[in-house]
């Protein structure tokens, strides 16, 4: 089945155009989306951390794509960009502190005009009210793991219960009664694995995990520029004892301000809640105080605590795509249903001693993308196509046989989908070759520099800039970890020339520039 109309206006006898097809040849589309996924973090990418069997179900029975990336690794902004089909300095989503708006051409409303049902639930941290949706539901702001409160048109209203639980009930709870006469589009946005990665009780059980150390872990970033060394992301530095690690000191004389934040979450917990988690969580706080740790022995239990709530939440998320993919399995759906599972962006898990994202190395700037498409995308198929989430909306319009604007700037990822089956690569003869990436949130917290860069298959190129002038060069074949900036390096000289330029066509394409940058943001 193709699908590449992308604007041709086909007109029936009867004057209907293409755009406005009939339920039967429409795709339903379900969009999850968790936030600070890591791509490490699901098994079916190999990397032997954990076990997510039901996100795996979706590599199994569609198409994993290895390279895909964003293109601003930060939660708002990233959204921004799936909704728009647009870079941030486009949408006007460019940090953090921005407010949507709402009033722009967004993919929902488009699908709407096509035909489409359209709902939203969980997470969505954009501040203005959602529009373009037929039904929403979201979050207050990054919301909380238990008892969150939920939004809608008709007020804020508090939920018991898990909220990644909770989240998939509500999507449940909407699909059993949307208008079955349309198709439908769904955004299921996830706040797990956010930090402070509360886990459910049934979960704490990951305490008896041990993780290995990566070989990063003690990065002294001797090799890297200014960027590297002055974040404040470290685990071992920077990672909050109360917040991030839930060591809260029995003696309140004796806790940072971090403890109470932590101390607010627990307070939104029933008895029963609170009971379990205490249970869970004062041993482990008790051990930690006795043991005085210090040194190597200190940065390694801290990683230890970190993935063990990191992964634990991460099997929450797994569950309830499972419980999704059972009802579109149950209801007779799935045969009409393209499911995505990504995340906002990608996220550090120990490499190069960090947690968080910004950055546009690659455990930032990747991030986990399969897709399930009966009749498209092959079972267990995989792409090798650089795609990114300014893909996702030419791909939910193209899925929708609807025209593609002409301003969107990214590519249907049916192209690549299509050619995994014919080929097994998937990467079109005219797919792109490299990838544009620009940060912005600086000053701001973690300290990660401004900065924009260009990637090939091979190679990447990072200007820091701002309070800064420095660059970075690397060679992903030979240094995929990015140890080695080999920006003055003679041997990469023709490289460099060759990446400045394809860097230059991008910015030209895109319509991105650093002074651009820098009056878009002009008070920071």
Same mark, same amino acid.
């Not at 004057?15 to 699901?42: E, V």
């Not at 869970?280 to 043991?291: A, G, Q, R, T, V």
């Not at 460099?496 to 920071?524: C, F, H, T, V, W």
């Given at each position: 089945?193709?699908?590449?109309?992308?604007?041709?206006?086909?007109?029936?006898?009867?004057?209907?155009?293409?755009?406005?097809?009939? =339920?039967?040849?429409?795709?339903?589309?379900?969009?999850?989306?968790?936030?600070?996924?890591?791509? @490490?973090?699901?098994?079916?990418?190999?990397?032997?951390?954990?076990?997510?069997?039901?996100?795996?179900?979706?590599?199994?029975?569609?198409?994993?794509?290895?390279?895909?990336?964003?293109?601003?690794?930060?939660?708002?902004?990233?959204?921004?960009?799936?909704?728009?089909?647009?870079?941030?300095?486009?949408?006007?989503?460019?940090?953090?502190?921005?407010?949507?708006?709402?009033? @722009?051409?967004?993919?929902?409303?488009?699908?709407?005009?096509?035909?489409?049902?359209?709902?939203?639930?969980?997470?969505?941290?954009?501040?203005?009210?959602?529009?373009?949706?037929?039904?929403?539901?979201?979050?207050?702001?990054?919301?909380?793991?238990?008892?969150?409160?939920?939004?809608?048109?008709?007020?804020?209203?508090?939920?018991?219960?898990?909220?990644?639980?909770?989240?998939?009930?509500?999507?449940?709870?909407?699909?059993?009664?949307?208008?079955?006469?349309?198709?439908?589009?769904?955004?299921?946005?996830?706040?797990?694995?956010?930090?402070?990665?509360?886990?459910?009780?049934?979960?704490?059980?990951?305490?008896?995990?041990?993780?290995?150390?990566?070989?990063?872990?003690?990065?002294?970033?001797?090799?890297?520029?200014?960027?590297? %060394?002055?974040?404040?992301?470290?685990?071992?530095?920077?990672?909050?004892?109360?917040?991030?690690?839930?060591?809260?000191?029995?003696?309140?004389?004796?806790?940072?301000?971090?403890?109470?934040?932590?101390?607010?979450?627990?307070?939104?917990?029933?008895?029963?809640?609170?009971?379990?988690?205490?249970?869970?969580?004062?041993?482990?706080?008790?051990?930690?105080?006795? %043991?005085?740790?210090?040194?190597?022995?200190?940065?390694?239990? =801290?990683?230890?605590?970190?993935?063990?709530?990191?992964?634990?939440?991460? @099997?929450?998320?797994?569950?309830?795509?499972?419980?999704?993919?059972?009802?579109?399995?149950?209801?007779?759906?799935?045969?009409?249903?393209?499911?995505?599972?990504?995340?906002?962006?990608?996220?550090?898990?120990?490499?190069?001693?960090? /947690?968080?994202?910004?950055?546009?190395?690659?455990?930032?700037?990747?991030?986990?993308?399969?897709?399930?498409?009966?009749?498209?995308?092959?079972?267990?198929?995989?792409?090798?196509?650089?795609?990114?989430?300014?893909?996702?909306?030419?791909? /939910?319009?193209?899925?929708?046989?609807?025209?593609?604007?002409?301003?969107?700037?990214?590519?249907?990822?049916?192209?690549?989908?299509?050619?995994?089956?014919?080929?097994?690569?998937?990467?079109?003869?005219?797919?792109?070759?490299?990838?544009?990436?620009?940060?912005?949130?600086?000053?701001?917290?973690?300290?990660?520099?401004?900065?924009?860069?260009?990637?090939?298959? @091979?190679?990447?190129?990072?200007?820091?800039?701002?309070?800064?002038?420095?660059?970075?060069?690397?060679d992903l074949e030979k240094d995929p970890k990015e140890m080695m900036n080999v920006i003055d390096d003679p041997d990469y000289a023709k490289v460099l020339i060759e990446m400045q330029e394809e860097l230059k066509k991008l910015q030209e394409e895109y319509?991105?520039?650093?002074?651009?940058?820098?009056?878009?943001?002009?008070? %920071?």
């Amino acid at each position: 089945m193709k699908r590449y109309l992308n604007g041709m206006i086909f007109i029936f006898s009867i004057g209907i155009l293409l755009g406005s097809c009939t =339920k039967d040849t429409q795709t339903n589309i379900l969009y999850i989306m968790s936030d600070d996924h890591a791509y @490490q973090a699901i098994s079916a990418y190999g990397h032997g951390l954990n076990n997510t069997p039901n996100i795996d179900r979706l590599a199994d029975e569609g198409i994993l794509f290895n390279n895909a990336f964003v293109t601003n690794s930060i939660c708002a902004p990233s959204r921004a960009v799936v909704l728009t089909g647009k870079f941030s300095h486009i949408n006007g989503h460019l940090d953090n502190s921005n407010t949507f708006d709402g009033s @722009q051409v967004t993919v929902p409303k488009l699908l709407q005009q096509a035909g489409y049902q359209t709902a939203m639930i969980g997470k969505w941290h954009l501040k203005s009210d959602p529009t373009g949706f037929d039904f929403w539901k979201v979050l207050l702001g990054q919301g909380p793991y238990y008892n969150p409160d939920l939004k809608d048109t008709s007020g804020v209203q508090r939920y018991i219960g898990y909220t990644t639980t909770v989240i998939t009930d509500e999507a449940l709870q909407w699909m059993d009664a949307r208008d079955t006469e349309k198709p439908f589009f769904m955004m299921v946005h996830h706040k797990a694995p956010h930090r402070s990665w509360m886990p459910e009780p049934k979960y704490f059980s990951f305490e008896e995990n041990t993780y290995p150390v990566p070989d990063t872990y003690f990065d002294d970033y001797a090799n890297r520029g200014r960027a590297a %060394k002055e974040q404040e992301m470290s685990v071992i530095v920077d990672m909050l004892y109360g917040w991030d690690l839930k060591i809260i000191h029995p003696d309140s004389t004796q806790r940072p301000k971090d403890a109470n934040w932590m101390l607010g979450q627990l307070g939104r917990m029933t008895p029963e809640q609170r009971a379990a988690w205490d249970a869970h969580y004062n041993p482990i706080i008790e051990d930690f105080l006795s %043991k005085d740790l210090q040194g190597e022995e200190l940065a390694i239990w =801290k990683y230890q605590r970190y993935m063990r709530d990191y992964l634990a939440c991460i @099997q929450s998320v797994d569950d309830q795509v499972g419980r999704l993919l059972d009802y579109l399995d149950e209801t007779g759906l799935a045969e009409n249903t393209a499911v995505f599972y990504t995340s906002d962006q990608g996220f550090y898990l120990g490499e190069h001693g960090w /947690f968080d994202k910004r950055f546009m190395y690659e455990e930032s700037l990747g991030t986990p993308l399969l897709i399930r498409l009966p009749g498209e995308a092959e079972a267990g198929s995989s792409s090798d196509a650089l795609v990114q989430n300014l893909d996702f909306a030419e791909t /939910f319009l193209d899925l929708a046989g609807a025209s593609i604007p002409t301003e969107m700037q990214g590519m249907s990822l049916l192209g690549p989908m299509n050619e995994a089956t014919q080929t097994g690569d998937g990467i079109p003869k005219d797919w792109r070759t490299s990838i544009y990436y620009h940060y912005y949130e600086y000053p701001g917290a973690h300290a990660v520099k401004r900065h924009y860069g260009v990637r090939s298959e @091979q190679y990447k190129l990072i200007h820091f800039y701002h309070d800064i002038d420095e660059w970075e060069l690397y060679d992903l074949e030979k240094d995929p970890k990015e140890m080695m900036n080999v920006i003055d390096d003679p041997d990469y000289a023709k490289v460099l020339i060759e990446m400045q330029e394809e860097l230059k066509k991008l910015q030209e394409e895109y319509g991105d520039s650093e002074e651009g940058a820098r009056e878009l943001i002009p008070n %920071k």
